[in-house]
């Protein structure tokens, strides 16, 4: 599995550290920056990871801030991307389980890296149920083409 990662200032530690670990479960991991814990903001990194998982670059990202929900907030904007702000492992699991999401947003100021390991093995260990869920993801995904007006 390729799993696109990048993170800004406030989640550069846990993202360093992040990446050495998928590595080290054998995942394949694109480092979409930022290189150093210099001030950066958070969309111009969120897109990366976005647009790798809209491509088909990449089968999921993964994106860190302080909160992570200014990288959920700018992610959700790409076309075909259903990224997920989790803070613990249970909604990690249904987040996969019941909205396919494919980019997870995670915090690297308010959870622990052991915290965030975890959840993010869930993220990525756990498969779509379908079913049921399809269609509504399907109606998240029809959103897509939405704009003001329409
Ligand atoms: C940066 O200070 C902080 O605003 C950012 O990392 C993130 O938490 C935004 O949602």
Redesign the pocket.
């Known amino acids: 599995m390729i799993v696109s990662i990048a993170?800004?200032?406030?989640?550069f530690e846990q993202k360093q550290q992040l990446v050495e670990s998928l590595k080290d479960e054998g995942y394949q991991v694109v480092d979409q920056g930022p290189q150093s814990d210099d001030?950066v903001d958070?969309p111009d990194f969120a897109v990366l990871v976005a647009m790798d998982v809209a491509s088909g670059r990449a089968d999921r990202g993964v994106l860190v801030?302080?909160?992570?929900?200014?990288?959920?907030?700018a992610a959700d904007k790409v076309a075909g991307v259903r990224a997920a702000n989790i803070i613990n492992e249970q909604f990690a699991e249904l987040c996969r389980q019941h909205n396919n999401a494919n980019v997870i947003t995670l915090?690297?100021?308010f959870v622990s890296f052991e915290e965030n390991k975890r959840i993010l093995s869930a993220f990525l260990t756990t498969e779509f149920e379908g079913g049921r869920h399809a269609d509504r993801v399907a109606k998240i995904d029809a959103l897509d083409s939405r704009g003001a007006g329409k």
């Open positions: 993170s800004d200032h406030a989640g001030r958070y801030c302080g909160t992570g929900v200014g990288m959920a907030l915090s690297g100021r």
